[in-house]
């Protein structure tokens, strides 16, 4: 949204909202910023070791999935033929 259509928004906002209303709408719009950057947050160097670890530690007690257990159920039958063919270059 253009700086100027936030800028026409909020004059009308100012005409349209008691003093009480415009507080109402300033305090859920933080909070909803705040959960929303939670949310798209990047991960720190200690939440990526620690996924490192746990994906190295599950494959070496074989507690994994194949690509094909994956996506098994998700792709149709002709997809996993295919899929098997460029991986393989033949089909089941």
Known sequence: ??????????????SALTPQNMMWLGQNLIQRAEKESEMLRPYTMDEINAMIDNAERESATGEYRTNEEVFKGLLSEDELNLRNYEQEGSLA
């Open 1 to 14: 949204m253009s700086q100027t259509t936030l800028s026409n928004l909020l004059v009308y906002l100012y």
